[in-house]
């Protein structure tokens, strides 16, 4: 349930941008709402969707249900409603502190929700491949990259299984592909940043995953590197897997993705990404972000 403001109905109040949607509650109520979908009630139902008076059917992979996440009861991402279909490729773009990370980290379930919920269209949270942003990473554990990127086989292996020649092969095939041959025994922590974002991918490659949730996957490496990894981004959504990425060059997105999501720890728009990258819808949220209340208590969850 939504929290009211302060005011003569009382309660606390909710962490929300409550001044930038003061001043334009129409517009913004109806920038949220134009590409919101219809939601099932499971996901993995047939949902219609409805934008620019076309209608077609499709297969949710991702739901969310008035999602909130947060820490000590602070939200994050604030109301969040929408169905991510499967075989999406989808952008998930705002200022910094808009709450891209947080979502990430709910959908893989590192962080519970407050409020609502997400459901992974029949999928176990194993069968979700997570790359974390790189500052997030441990490189000074003492590890070996072909040790490192075996562990994406963990979800057949177990945690302490043992692998054979079958898998021995896949390991190899995946550092391959990423063109790291040659640096099997080299210790992450002596990697570039470009080498250990290839490492990762490797790593990706052997979770063989359904749903790819990628928290900003080509930041601060070089330019080859980028190109190289986002061929398998492409071969993964050629594939029919569902891919998210949280990203921060808007060229690139407009470029190379269908769907994009616009957060401000709520979201904004959600669709086409030339519908959705405006000037206006970009200067909104920054005004979001901005008037966002870091010390509000809070959101009250209805009682079950």
Not at 52 to 72: C, K, N, P
Not at 164 to 182: D, F, P, Q, S, Y
Not at 202 to 214: C, E, G, K, M, S
Request: aromatic residues 6%; proline residues 6%.
């Amino acid at each position: 349930m939504r929290s009211m403001g302060e005011g003569a109905e009382g309660g606390r109040k909710c962490a929300t941008p409550s001044t930038a949607r003061a001043a334009e509650p129409a517009q913004a109520a109806q920038s949220c709402l134009r590409w919101a979908v219809p939601l099932p009630r499971k996901a993995g139902e047939d949902v219609v969707r409805i934008e620019s008076r076309i209608e077609w059917v499709m297969v949710a992979q991702l739901a969310f249900h008035d999602l909130t996440l947060g820490y000590d009861r602070h939200p994050a991402v604030h109301h969040l409603d929408g169905v991510v279909p499967r075989g999406a490729l989808l952008a998930v773009v705002g200022p910094n502190g808009a709450g891209k990370s947080t979502l990430f980290k709910g959908i893989v379930g590192i962080v519970a929700p407050l409020a609502g919920s997400i459901d992974l269209g029949g999928l176990d949270r194993r069968d979700v491949a997570y790359l974390p942003q790189a500052p997030e990473i441990e490189r000074s554990f003492p590890i070996h990259v072909y040790d490192f990127i075996a562990m994406g086989l963990w979800h057949d292996t177990g945690l302490f299984g043992g692998i054979g020649a079958k898998e021995r092969a896949r390991v190899h095939a995946a550092i391959a592909t990423v063109n790291l041959t040659g640096f099997e025994r080299r210790p992450i922590g002596n990697l570039s940043g470009g080498q250990m974002q290839r490492v990762l991918f490797a790593r990706l490659l052997l979770q063989d995953a359904r749903l790819i949730v990628l928290d900003e996957p080509f930041n601060a490496i070089d330019v080859k590197t980028a190109a190289d990894l986002f061929e398998l981004v492409r071969g993964w959504h050629a594939e029919g897997r569902t891919v998210l990425a949280a990203l921060h060059d808007l060229d690139f997105v407009r470029t190379n993705f269908p769907e994009v999501l616009l957060l401000a720890r709520e979201p904004v728009a959600w669709g086409p990404a030339a519908q959705v990258l405006t000037i206006d819808n970009l200067a909104r949220a920054r005004r979001m972000c901005e008037a966002f209340d870091e010390e509000a208590v809070e959101c009250p969850v209805a009682a079950e």
